[in-house]
């Protein structure tokens, strides 16, 4: 194992509120000269405590830059957060979405005095269509969740023009979690099934429970385990012979762009996360933007209004009957879609495919390397993550979360822990395509040192982290009694 780790003691400086730093008198900018009158604040509307602190430039330069260094993100280092695709991402694609024409259009707008906005948007939906091998898109969806939603509207819409109407959907266990949500919006009671001994669906077991009262199923593929759905096409055909429709929740895209048509293998509707596999930062709340994918006939019940091309012009239109409607206050996010729509340009069909190649490749070096020390649950080639889980460990008195804190000392954030739910003391690793080799060799040798701990010296897992800028915190008291305070 290699000498270096990333994590270092360092240091760490302590930083008190504003408040107890503001002096009176204090001030970070001249202000321009006033032109109107001054006049008193009311103390009714404000209160009598109003206060400011008063600060200098250097106070509030140097406050701010000492809170950003208990920060981690991935612009500092390796984030292996499993199913969430928490990847480097080029700043090319941020400087686009900053160009002042796209950044300060304004959603109210005419057609005529939008005309690039519309523009991309009307590509980049041509664009996924073609990575998907879909045949239309919409990318008004504002989020993942909301992509599934608007995929579940879509089948009822459908199946309400057949004169079907129905009352479930099948949920595997391998399926994302707000899945089953998602379709009891939209009225359908979901049927859980459960996954085989391989870590993926069973085609007989799909037939077993897929009758004529089956909207149909709603499948993440590649899974929450990592795996590749390998009878996806059986299964499609066994929901359709029924009448029913297939769902694919496509967070996970980014290990089959170039790779799957998810129209050859019987999608009938998809939708993707652009914040996680088109190059938007992930997390902290949003924006997100969550597309959706359709086959041919699904197309008449996309929500409007719609981009179309007019000759050489775009406008939105409204004229589709069978709409589902409108989803978002305007079109969605379109910030997200400027970044997206840069990152497949610059990569281009060869680069597309090539991401998912690398972060295949990427997951399974680790899988490789890792297993033995840790238990692999399913040893079989991964897509673009790679699930262990503790009971090599659990014999020691050694848990997940003890390693995950352990972790943190080494320099790396942690995987994802206890997920998925079909894996006891899951630890859910995603090194994404954007890590080199050599990050991946010192991940791989913190994780064997850890393991190596957790025989000789369990005790310094179990008090982990040491290096950080606040030790193991009560999660229990956290969650039933959170301080909300500033």
Not at 10 to 38: H, I, M, Q, Y
């Amino acid at each position: 194992m290699s000498e270096m780790i990333l994590g270092s003691r360092g240091l760490v400086l302590n930083e008190p509120l504003l408040w107890e730093k503001g002096r009176k008198g204090r001030n970070a900018f001249s202000p321009p000269r006033r032109d109107v009158p001054e006049a008193s604040v009311d103390p009714d509307l404000v209160g009598d405590d109003l206060d400011f602190p008063d600060l200098s430039e250097v106070e509030l330069v140097r406050h701010y830059t000492r809170l950003s260094t208990w920060n981690f993100g991935v612009d500092t280092g390796m984030y292996p957060l499993g199913s969430c695709t928490m990847k480097y991402n080029p700043k090319t694609n941020e400087r686009q979405a900053a160009l002042p024409g796209l950044a300060k259009a304004h959603p109210l707008l005419p057609p005529h005095l939008a005309q690039g906005p519309l523009e991309l948007m009307y590509r980049l939906e041509q664009y996924l269509a073609e990575v998907t091998g879909m045949d239309a898109v919409s990318v008004q969806p504002a989020a993942g969740a909301h992509g599934e939603l608007a995929g579940m509207l879509l089948m009822y819409a459908y199946l309400k023009s057949r004169n079907s109407q129905r009352s479930k959907i099948i949920i595997p266990d391998t399926a994302h979690g707000t899945n089953p949500a998602s379709a009891a919006l939209c009225g359908y009671r979901p049927v859980p099934v459960a996954s085989n001994d391989q870590g993926i669906l069973s085609t007989e077991t799909i037939a077993d429970v897929m009758d004529e009262d089956t909207a149909g199923i709603m499948v993440t593929n590649p899974n929450t385990i990592g795996l590749f759905e390998d009878n996806i096409k059986e299964i499609s055909d066994v929901v359709h012979d029924k009448g029913g429709l297939v769902y694919c929740d496509g967070a996970n895209m980014n290990a089959l762009m170039g790779i799957v048509d998810m129209n050859e293998i019987g999608i009938d509707v998809l939708h993707l996360n652009l914040h996680k596999s088109f190059s938007t930062p992930h997390g902290g709340g949003g924006p997100g933007s969550g597309p959706v994918c359709v086959n041919e006939k699904l197309v008449p019940f996309l929500p409007v209004p719609r981009v179309v091309r007019n000759g050489d012009s775009y406008d939105l239109s409204e004229d589709f009957p069978d709409s589902i409607g409108k989803l978002d206050t305007f079109y969605g996010h379109f910030g997200v879609m400027v970044k997206a729509y840069s990152y497949i340009r610059s990569l281009g069909p060869d680069g597309l495919k090539k991401v998912s190649q690398l972060a295949v490749l990427n997951a399974n070096y680790i899988k490789e390397k890792l297993k033995g020390t840790y238990h692999l649950p399913f040893d079989r080639t991964c897509m673009h993550e790679c699930v262990f889980d503790d009971s090599i460990q659990n014999e020691l008195k050694v848990t997940t979360l003890d390693i995950a804190k352990r972790l943190m000392d080494y320099g790396f954030h942690p995987p994802t822990v206890y997920f998925p739910l079909v894996i006891p003391g899951a630890i859910m690793v995603e090194p994404t395509e954007t890590e080199p080799k050599e990050n991946l060799d010192l991940f791989i040798d913190a994780m064997k040192r850890i393991a190596e701990e957790a025989k000789e010296n369990p005790e310094i897992l179990k008090s982990a982290p040491h290096k950080s800028k606040v030790r193991r915190l009560d999660e229990t008291t956290a969650a039933r009694k959170p301080c909300l305070a500033g």
